[in-house]
C-alpha cells in the first residue's frame, strides 16, 4: 500500500544487492527504516524481535530465510538445520511452520545444485501468492460491509471496529482485517474504524499509521473502550486477523481479541475474521486446549514505548520497581463467539463443516 504516495510492500528483494529488505517496524509509526536481512541470525532476530511481524509475513520472511540458507549450503543437513533454527522464533503463529514445510518440501527432492535458485524463487512465488490471497479477502469482506452500509440510515458510515495490526504491514500487501476497510473505502462507502491500541505493543499505532496514509477515516481507542462503544450501537461489526485457526473454526489472534468476541456476542455486533488458508491448522481442532501461546518479554508491559514532543523515540517505565509483568501475547476465541470467517475463496462458518466445504482438499 501507498505511504505518501510511494507503493510499498513490507518485504521485498533487492536485485542490487541481492538481499531481502523489510521494514524494521519497532520504529513506526514514527519512523520508516529499511533495514537489510542479510544473515540466518538476522532473520531469526527480525521475526524473534518483532523487526517483522503478523502471521503472514512471519511465514514470507522465513521463506527467504530458507532461501538464504540454500544459497550457503543446500545439502540436506542444512535443509533441515534452517528449518529448526527458523522455526523456533515464534510459536504462535502457523504460517511461519507452514512457509517453513511448503519449502522442505517441495526443495528435499531435487538435486543440491538447483536448491538455491528454487528455493528464492519459492519464496517471492509465496509473498506474491500472499497479496493475492489478501486482495481477495478484500473483495469478499467488501460484500458484508456494503449490505451493512445499505441498512444505514443516510449519512451514517459504517462503523468497524478492529485489534491489533492485521493490516498490510502484517502481510505482505493490503493486509488480511484491513483489505475489506481498503476496498470498501475505494469503493466510495462511507466507513469510519475504531482502531484498538493494543497494548502492550500498541500495533494499533500501525493500523491508525495505515490508515491515515490511505484516508481512512479512524479513531485510536484504548483497549478496554470497545465494550462500552458496542453498547451505545456506536460499532456495526467488528473485523480481527488471525495468528491460527483450528480446523472447526476457534481463531487464536492477539491478546484481548477474545474480550472483544465476548462483548460483540453480548451486544449483538457481527464478529468477523479475516482468515487467509496458510493460517489454518488442519491439525489442530480445539484452540484454547492445543496452541502454544507465546509468553514474551515481561519488559513490554512493564515499559512503554513512544516519542517525545522533540522527537526521541524513547522508552519509559510505566509500572513500580519491583512489579512483575504478566505477558501472554496471544488469546483463544472459541468458533461459537465468530460470526464468520472471511477467507480468499469465500466467507465460511466458523466450523469444520463451513472450512472444508470451502476447502474441501482438507476433508
Ligand atoms: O504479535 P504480532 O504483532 O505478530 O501479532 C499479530 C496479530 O495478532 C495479527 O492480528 C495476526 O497476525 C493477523 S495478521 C494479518
Redesign the pocket.
Known amino acids: 500500500m501507498k505511504v505518501n504516495g510511494t507503493h510499498y510492500r513490507s518485504l521485498w528483494w533487492s536485485n542490487t544487492d541481492n538481499v531481502l529488505e523489510i521494514i524494521d517496524q519497532r520504529w513506526l509509526p514514527h519512523e520508516l527504516r529499511v533495514q537489510q536481512v542479510g544473515t540466518m541470525q538476522d532473520f531469526a532476530n527480525a521475526i524473534s524481535e ?1 523487526r517483522v ?4 509475513l ?1 511465514g514470507a520472511t522465513a521463506a527467504y530465510g530458507m532461501a538464504l540458507a540454500m544459497a550457503e549450503d543446500s545439502s540436506n543437513a542444512n535443509l533441515d538445520s534452517a528449518w529448526t533454527f527458523l522455526e523456533k522464533t515464534r510459536p504462535t ?1 502457523i504460517n511461519l511452520r507452514w512457509a517453513l514445510n511448503r519449502c522442505r518440501e517441495y526443495l528435499r527432492p531435487m538435486p543440491e545444485s538447483e536448491r538455491a535458485a528454487a528455493a528464492l524463487k519459492l519464496a517471492h512465488e509465496i509473498a506474491d501468492e500472499d497479496v493475492e490471497i489478501n486482495r481477495n479477502i478484500g473483495v469478499n469482506g467488501l460484500e458484508i460491509i456494503r449490505q451493512i452500509a445499505a441498512n444505514k440510515p443516510a449519512g451514517e458510515p459504517v462503523q468497524l471496529l478492529t485489534h ?3 493490516g498490510w504491514l ?2 505482505v500487501d493490503w ?3 484491513t483489505s475489506p476497510m481498503f476496498h470498501a473505502h475505494d469503493a466510495g462507502i462511507d466507513l469510519h474504524v475504531w482502531v484498538d491500541e493494543t497494548r502492550p ?1 500498541n ?1 494499533g499505532a500501525l493500523t491508525a499509521w495505515e490508515l491515515v496514509s490511505h484516508g481512512v477515516p479512524h479513531t485510536y481507542i484504548t483497549d478496554n473502550a470497545g465494550g462500552h462503544l458496542m453498547q451505545h450501537g456506536q460499532v456495526d461489526m467488528v473485523i ?4 491460527r485457526t483450528t480446523r472447526r473454526g476457534d481463531v487464536c ?2 491478546i484481548g481479541t477474545y474480550l472483544k468476541a465476548l462483548a460483540a456476542k453480548d451486544n449483538g455486533v457481527p464478529f468477523y475474521v479475516a482468515l487467509p488458508s496458510p493460517t489454518i491448522d488442519w491439525t489442530v481442532s480445539d484452540g484454547v486446549a492445543e496452541i502454544p501461546i507465546e509468553q514474551r518479554n515481561l519488559r513490554e508491559t512493564t515499559h512503554i514505548q513512544g516519542k517525545t514532543d522533540d522527537g526521541t523515540i524513547v522508552s519509559v517505565q510505566v509500572s513500580p520497581d519491583g512489579t512483575p509483568g504478566g505477558n501472554p ?2 488469546d483463544v476465541t472459541p468458533n461459537h463467539l465468530v460470526t464468520g470467517l472471511i477467507t480468499e475463496r469465500g466467507i465460511s462458518k466458523a466450523t469444520e463443516a463451513g472450512l472444508t466445504e470451502l476447502f474441501p482438499e482438507f476433508a
Open positions: 518483532m511481524r503478523g502471521a503472514p512471519i503463529a491489533c495490526n492485521a502484517a502481510t493486509g488480511t482485517a505493543r500495533q480481527v486477523g488471525t495468528d489472534n492477539k501475547a496471544f
